[in-house]
Structures are given as C-alpha cells and as structure tokens.
C-alpha cells in the first residue's frame, strides 16, 4: 500500500479519538524482516537506545531477546513487540524471527503493520529466507524499506547488494538505505524514513472492536500475556471480551504498551495501536497467534481473515533416560504448551524405550529448542527418536491411514499408495556451486522448478523436495558442498505417492520399534547397512551370538553379527584324544543354546543414544 492511497483511505474514514488516546495518524506500525545473523537484534538495540526508551545503564545486547536460548545461539525465536517515540510520532516495532522454522509467527506479524524493513548483510547479500518473507510482506501489501546493514565491516560491498535489492524491489539502488546497527551510523535518518513513508494505520474506530493476536506468551504470575494489534474499534480495562476462533470468554485484567516494559495504559487500546491484554486465563491455547478479539456484547460478527493453526510438520519420540521421570516429562510438556502454541503431543509407549511423547514440530530448530528447553528449564535426560514427517497410506480396500510414527506403518494387508509431503524449496547461492547444489538435490529425489540470475554471480534455485528427505543432513551437506555460502528456505507444497518401506531392525529376531524407519525403497539397503554397523559398535558382546538385521517385512536386507564371550572351556583339557575336546565344547554349545531361549539382549540407554542422536541440521545452522 502506497502513501496516497493511504491518506485517500484516511480522510474516507475519520478516526474519532477518545482523550488520552494516540492519534493514528501519528501511529507507524511496522516490522524488520532478516535472515538469521543479518543484525536485525542489533539494530533494534540501537533503536531503543536513539530513541530514549533504554537508557545506557540498562542496555544489553539483544534486549528484546528474552530467553537464554536466543541470546547463546543468536538467533530470535518469539516475536517481540516494542513502543518507540520518535519526533512526535509512534513507532511500533516488531522484531521477528528470521528461521524458517518460524515463518507463521512472521506471517502475524505483518499482517499486524504496515511497513516493514527489509534488512540485509552488506557483506552477504540477501539470503533465501530473507527473500521469502520478503514476498510475504508483500502479499500484505506493507510498505518496503530496503536497508543494509553492517557497512562498517571490511567485507561489505553496499553497492553490489544495493543493486541486488534494488533489482528485487523494483527500486533505485540510491533508494537502499545504509545504516551499522553496531555503532548507530544512519539510524537516526531510518527512523526518520519510517516516519516519512510508512502508511499510519487505517481503522473504523465507531465499529465493532476487532484486534489481531500476533503473539502470546505465558508469565508464571500473570497467566497468559497476549499481544494484540487494534485494527477496528476500542479495547478498554474490565471488558468482557470474545476469542472469535475458540469462542472463550475472558475479563481484561490489565491492557497496555510495552515501551520495551510494560505500562498500564487507563485509556486502552484504540485503533492502530499495539499493546498487550491480560484476561488472567492459564491456558495459551486460548489465546492462538492469528485469533481475533472482539467484544462480548456488541462485537464484531466478522473476524479478520488469515487465521489458520499452525501445522506440524516432523515428528519425533520424547522418551525420559530414567523412567520414572515420565510425570515430571508430561508436566513440563503442559507448561511449555502454555509459552508453544504451535507444540503438539501425544503420549505413546515404546517396548525398547517405556512411556514417552510422540511430539510435533514446525521444524528441526523447533525441535532442537524444545528438547534444549525441557532439559535446562525443568532439569530432564531425554532421547530424542529418530524425526520423522507425516505419511498417507492408502490400502487396497480403500481405508486410510495417518503415519506419525514408523511403528503405525502398517504390515499387514497390501498397500495400493504412500504419500509423503513435498516443499517447495528456494536455494540462494554463488554461481559457481550451481552443480554441486544439482547433484545434492537430484540425489534427494528432487525435481528442478527453475533457475533466476539476482546478479552476475548470484543464482536462486527452485526445487520441489521430499520434506523427509530435507530433515535429517541435507542442510549439513549443502553448507558443506558450497562452503557455508548456500542459503535454503523451503514451505509446504502438498503431497506425492512415493516407493517408500518401514525398514526393522531386529536383535535377535525380535524388531527394535525405536530404530524403525520409513525410508525410499532405493535408500533401504543404505539405512539397514548402517543402523546394523553403528549397532555392532554400541552394544555389548553377550555370552552367546547376537544377530543384528535389518529387514524390510519379512526380508532380510543386512546382517552384522555380534560375536559371543567365548570362556576357554578347553584351558582344563590338555592331551589326550580330540573326542574329549569336541565334547567339551558341544556341551558348552548347548548351555549357550538354552541361554539364548531365554536369555533377551539387553541395549544400554546409551547406545540408543548414540544411535539415535545426530547432531540436526538445524542446530548447525542456528550456530553459523
């Protein structure tokens, strides 16, 4: 949305202003998109020290990043929303997430503004997730202010990026602001440029309240702090207000701004302005990012459109070391719920691992920072199950069914088709690594939507992947192929009937459900043989042979077997005639027989650690 077609919309609409209340022509909502790494944190350090709201004695880096896991991996998980005033006016920053496990929380936040700025690397250049919520901002319709950030580094070279973006947005490449979010050069005149082109907020403020929730957090006190942005109407102090997606009802307790603590605003919030409520409920669920609020009595009949729950896409078990933490895991699962809307479990029960969590997440960093979260925050030892995605199995007599897990993969019975989910995948990278990128990708069963030049040596590649090919090394092996220069942003893109199988492992003839794996027919063998490798290595010799298989259904694929503890039983037979040593050893070969009948191998906790944890991808692309 332009300047003028705002005013047009302004002086269409005349705002009424309650006393005490910002004018929203004097409101400027808007939020920062960036890849992980890109400054965004640092700028808005700087932001809220130019404008006056933290002093320098209470600065930090990356204040608005709350939680320790943030600040020791860089990188911003939840949304933070932030009240700066700036030459008469109100500004409403919202810094969001840059990792495209997090793409839904950026989604709310700009439906929440009305620019945004699009801040890049001067030493990078723009990089695939960057690109992707840059087409999300403007889907919105939001204002873009191209800027690069980091110009004091050695490395950077604004003027070749200035062109990348310039050519991206269709701007002038003299139009790409340059600021340091380090040491504050051109902030100032940022904020200014914000003030200057970024659309104020547009609303009814006669009709029915309508506000749009954009995140929510859970405050051990407080209950549940949900933030909202007023697009329509009024929300005051003790009023009964109306969740239009879940229909609970609620008392706000307490509204205000965050400027960057929070303040009680007596006047509440009115249009365009951002703020938070408290209603006092426990439960976030109640309170889901991209719900509207209305009023109870007299509230609106419509709510604002784009609501929709966050899907899972990969699944993974959550078992406790130590069974008898199974309650203390299910209890810290309910409390994270309550700061995770997007977390999704189910208990289920392994025969080799005992009771656990079948969990969902956005992705393998969602992943990563749960099982981080839960055992520093509430002190657990968990294995993690291999990930997995979401499979559609259709069988011949035309009943259906939903795979989490590979032990619902069903063995009985003939399956006509498996689907598996695919995603549209967009990889950034130098030309020079165009072949190595193409082999990586053929190999994981991908197929070539196109290809575009950005700049002479830039290239962004399209590609339509298997999701579960995606979530275990594919990331790793692509930073590796291209020297860390690839960038990789990829979305859901519906499904495909696929050759997949349920590899089993088996010891001693009896399947292991926690090493099971939905994999492509052609990557079977490749699994088996691997899994019964590490397997050899990590558990212990017994007093009789173990076999280790691998088998898809009834067919064997691999075998490694784990030699016995032999005792010298012929260290007390010395001379005498080769009958007394054959006998000898066929009566210790018979007690080795009846052991093995009722004997079980027994696999250590930490061999299925070992087999069962690889560092993610994504851990290793939140350290980079």
């Given at each position: 949305?332009?300047?003028?077609?705002?005013?047009?919309?302004?002086?269409?609409?005349?705002?009424?202003?309650?006393p005490?209340?910002?004018?929203?022509?004097?409101?400027?909502n808007?939020?920062?998109?960036?890849?992980?790494?890109?400054?965004k944190?640092?700028?808005?350090d700087?932001?809220?020290?130019?404008?006056?709201?933290?002093?320098?004695?209470?600065?930090?880096?990356?204040?608005?990043?709350?939680?320790?896991?943030?600040?020791?991996?860089?990188?911003?998980?939840?949304s933070?929303?932030?009240?700066?005033?700036?030459?008469?006016?109100?500004?409403?920053m919202?810094?969001?997430?840059?990792?495209?496990?997090?793409?839904?929380?950026?989604?709310?936040?700009?439906?929440?503004?009305?620019?945004?700025i699009?801040?890049?690397d001067?030493?990078?250049?723009?990089?695939?997730?960057?690109?992707?919520?840059?087409?999300?901002?403007?889907?919105?319709?939001?204002?873009?202010i191209?800027?690069?950030?980091?110009?004091?580094?050695?490395?950077?070279?604004?003027?070749?990026?200035?062109?990348?973006?310039?050519?991206?947005?269709?701007?002038?490449?003299?139009?790409?602001?340059?600021?340091?979010?380090?040491?504050?050069?051109?902030?100032?005149?940022?904020?200014d440029?914000?003030?200057?082109?970024?659309?104020?907020?547009?609303?009814?403020?006669?009709?029915?309240?309508?506000?749009?929730?954009?995140?929510?957090?859970?405050?051990t006190?407080?209950?549940?702090?949900?933030?909202?942005?007023?697009?329509?109407?009024?929300?005051?102090?003790?009023?009964?207000?109306?969740?239009?997606?879940?229909?609970?009802?609620?008392?706000?307790?307490?509204?205000?701004?965050i400027?960057?603590?929070?303040?009680?605003?007596?006047?509440?919030?009115?249009?365009?302005?951002?703020?938070?409520?408290?209603?006092?409920?426990?439960?976030v669920?109640?309170?889901r990012?991209?719900?509207?609020?209305?009023?109870?009595?007299?509230?609106?009949?419509?709510?604002?459109?784009?609501?929709?729950?966050?899907?899972?896409?990969?699944?993974?078990?959550?078992?406790?070391?130590?069974?008898d933490?199974?309650?203390?895991?299910r209890?810290?699962?309910?409390?994270?719920?309550?700061?995770?809307?997007?977390?999704?479990?189910?208990?289920?029960?392994?025969?080799?691992?005992?009771?656990?969590?079948?969990?969902?997440?956005?992705?393998?960093?969602?992943?990563?920072?749960?099982?981080?979260?839960?055992?520093?925050?509430?002190?657990?030892?968990?294995?993690?199950?291999?990930?997995?995605?979401?499979?559609?199995?259709?069988?011949?007599?035309?009943?259906?069914?939903?795979?989490?897990?590979?032990?619902?993969?069903?063995?009985?019975?003939k399956?006509?088709?498996?689907?598996?989910?695919?995603?549209?995948?967009?990889?950034?990278?130098?030309?020079e690594?165009i072949?190595?990128?193409?082999?990586?990708?053929?190999?994981r069963?991908?197929?070539?939507?196109?290809m575009d030049?950005?700049?002479?040596?830039?290239?962004e590649?399209?590609?339509?992947?298997?999701?579960?090919?995606?979530?275990f090394?594919?990331?790793?092996q692509?930073?590796?192929?291209?020297?860390?220069?690839?960038?990789?942003?990829?979305?859901?893109?519906?499904?495909?009937?696929?050759?997949?199988?349920?590899?089993?492992?088996?010891?001693?003839?009896?399947?292991?459900d926690?090493?099971?794996?939905?994999?492509?027919?052609?990557?079977?063998?490749?699994?088996?043989?691997?899994?019964?490798?590490?397997?050899?290595?990590?558990i212990?010799?017994?007093?009789?042979?173990?076999?280790?298989?691998a088998?898809?259904?009834?067919?064997?694929?691999?075998?490694?077997?784990?030699?016995?503890?032999?005792?010298?039983?012929?260290?007390?037979?010395?001379?005498?005639?080769?009958?007394?040593?054959?006998?000898?050893?066929?009566?210790?070969?018979?007690g080795?027989?009846?052991?093995?009948?009722?004997?079980?191998?027994?696999?250590?906790?930490?061999?299925?650690v070992a087999?069962l944890?690889?560092?993610?991808?994504?851990?290793?692309?939140?350290?980079?």
């Open positions: 949305m332009d300047l003028t077609l705002s005013s047009t919309l302004s002086k269409r609409t005349p705002v009424r202003i309650q005490g209340q910002t004018d929203p022509a004097l409101i400027r808007f939020c920062i998109i960036a890849h992980i790494d890109h400054g944190s640092t700028l808005a700087r932001m809220l020290q130019i404008t006056g709201v933290v002093d320098d004695r209470s600065m930090r880096a990356q204040y608005l990043d709350r939680m320790d896991i943030e600040r020791e991996r860089g990188i911003t998980i939840k933070q929303a932030v009240r700066l005033p700036w030459d008469g006016h109100v500004l409403n919202i810094d969001t997430p840059g990792h495209v496990d997090f793409t839904y929380e950026v989604s709310r936040s700009l439906q929440a503004c009305e620019g945004a699009l801040l890049v001067a030493a990078q250049g723009i990089e695939a997730q960057t690109l992707a919520n840059l087409y999300l901002a403007m889907n919105n319709d939001l204002h873009i191209p800027v690069l950030n980091k110009i004091d580094l050695p490395a950077a070279q604004p003027e070749k990026f200035a062109e990348e973006i310039a050519g991206l947005i269709g701007c002038d490449p003299s139009e790409v602001l340059k600021v340091s979010g380090k040491t504050g050069v051109g902030v100032p005149e940022l904020l440029h914000v003030v200057q082109t970024v659309p104020a907020p547009v609303g009814d403020a006669d009709a029915a309240a309508r506000a749009l929730i954009f995140d929510s957090v859970y405050d006190y407080r209950g549940v702090v949900t933030y909202v942005r007023v697009m329509d109407g009024h929300l005051g102090k003790r009023e009964r207000i109306l969740m239009m997606s879940t229909q609970a009802q609620h008392e706000t307790l307490e509204i205000g701004v400027s960057p603590e929070p303040k009680i605003s007596d006047q509440g919030l009115g249009v365009g302005e951002v703020g938070y409520l408290i209603t006092g409920v426990k439960d669920r109640q309170s990012v991209g719900d509207t609020v209305t009023t109870a009595v007299r509230g609106a009949q419509e709510p604002l459109a784009g609501y929709e729950h966050p899907k899972p896409m990969v699944f993974s078990g959550l078992y406790p070391i130590d069974g933490e199974y309650p203390e895991l209890e810290a699962l309910d409390k994270l719920q309550l700061n995770d809307a997007a977390l999704v479990y189910e208990p289920e029960t392994s025969a080799a691992l005992g009771f656990g969590f079948r969990v969902g997440f956005l992705g393998l960093l969602h992943m990563e920072i749960v099982r981080e979260r839960l055992e520093r925050e509430f002190g657990l030892s968990l294995i993690s199950t291999a990930p997995n995605v979401v499979y559609r199995v259709v069988m011949e007599d035309g009943k259906e069914l939903t795979v989490t897990n590979p032990s619902e993969f069903p063995t009985g019975g399956i006509a088709e498996v689907y598996e989910p695919v995603t549209k995948s967009t990889i950034l990278a130098p030309a690594f072949g190595a990128i193409m082999e990586i990708c053929q190999g069963r991908g197929q070539l939507q196109g030049y950005l700049s002479e040596d830039r290239v590649i399209r590609y339509t992947l298997p999701l579960g090919e995606i979530i090394d594919f990331f790793d692509l930073k590796s192929r291209t020297r860390g220069y690839a960038s990789l942003d990829y979305e859901p893109a519906g499904e495909q009937a696929s050759e997949l199988v349920k590899v089993d492992i088996l010891l001693q003839g009896e399947a292991v926690a090493f099971s794996a939905i994999v492509h027919k052609d990557k079977a063998y490749t699994y088996g043989v691997d899994m019964a490798k590490k397997l050899k290595d990590l212990p010799r017994q007093q009789y042979e173990v076999p280790i298989q088998a898809i259904g009834a067919r064997v694929i691999a075998r490694e077997n784990i030699r016995a503890i032999r005792k010298d039983v012929l260290a007390k037979c010395y001379g005498g005639d080769i009958t007394r040593k054959r006998k000898l050893l066929e009566k210790q070969k018979e080795k027989k009846r052991m093995k009948m009722v004997g079980r191998v027994e696999v250590p906790q930490e061999a299925f087999a944890s690889t560092e993610s991808s994504a851990d290793k692309a939140a350290k980079k």
